[in-house]
Every structure is written in structure tokens, then in C-alpha cells.
């Protein structure tokens, strides 16, 4: 059973930066895909940033140039670091992790199976 464990949300004024860290345990392939979601309250959970099983990253628009993803296949860690944050980015932040599927459904909730338990980003302005 594979298990995600999200860490390093918090409270931060606008401008500043977070680092979130995504731990995978348990079986997993080599072609999986990872991604990061959010979810706002009282709004649908949305894609911010994914990397397919070629390695190929996306960006949500709403953050590129500000976030990145890097991953740490020896730790089996995918990270979230977000830069010059806005009060909108305040969601709970979700990663998930699944086999390959086409590059279409890199940011469709649907197609995940595997998802952490959330960590809370908030952001003041």
C-alpha cells in the first residue's frame, strides 16, 4: 500500500516563502506521476504542479514563476517550494502520486489514487 505524508504548511504574510515536503512509503513503480493540489474552501481541488512519468514538469498558471518541484528520488520526496506567495494561494495543499497516464490527466483529481492527508498553507496579507 503506497502512503503519502505531506509536511511543512503554515501561516506566512504575503511575498514570503514555504517549503512542503511530500514522504512516499510502500510500493511504488518507476513511471509513477506526482502532483501537488490544493483546495480552498468551498472550491474544487485544482492541479498546481506535476511531474509525469518522463519526468516532464507542469505548472499551474496561476503559479508558475513562483512555485517549483523538485523531487529527491533517493528520499523518495517530492517537495513543493513556494515563493512570493499570495493570500489566494491559502488552500490546503494536497500531494498524489499514481501510475503513468497520458499527459492530458496530469492535473485531473480523478486519476489519482494515492493521496496525502493535507497540509494547511495559509497566507495574510
Known amino acids: 500500500q503506497v502512503q503519502l505524508v505531506e509536511s511543512g504548511g503554515g501561516s506566512v504574510q504575503a511575498g514570503g516563502s514555504l517549503r512542503l515536503s511530500c514522504a512516499t512509503s510502500?510500493?511504488?513503480?518507476?513511471?509513477?506521476?506526482m502532483a501537488w493540489f490544493r483546495q480552498a474552501p468551498g472550491k474544487e481541488r485544482e492541479g498546481v504542479a506535476g511531474i509525469e512519468s518522463d519526468g516532464t514538469i507542469r505548472y499551474a498558471d496561476y503559479v508558475k514563476g513562483r512555485f517549483a518541484i523538485p523531487l529527491d528520488n533517493a528520499k523518495n520526496t517530492l517537495y513543493l517550494q513556494m515563493n512570493n506567495l499570495k493570500p489566494e494561494d491559502t488552500a490546503m495543499y494536497y500531494c498524489?502520486?499514481?501510475?503513468?497516464?497520458?499527459?492530458?490527466?496530469?492535473?485531473?483529481?480523478?486519476?489519482?489514487?494515492?493521496w496525502g492527508q493535507g497540509t494547511q498553507v495559509t497566507v495574510s496579507s
Open positions: 498524489a502520486r499514481d501510475h503513468w497516464a497520458p499527459s492530458r490527466f496530469a492535473f485531473d483529481v480523478g486519476t489519482y489514487r494515492y
Open positions: 510502500g510500493y511504488t513503480y518507476g513511471n509513477d506521476r
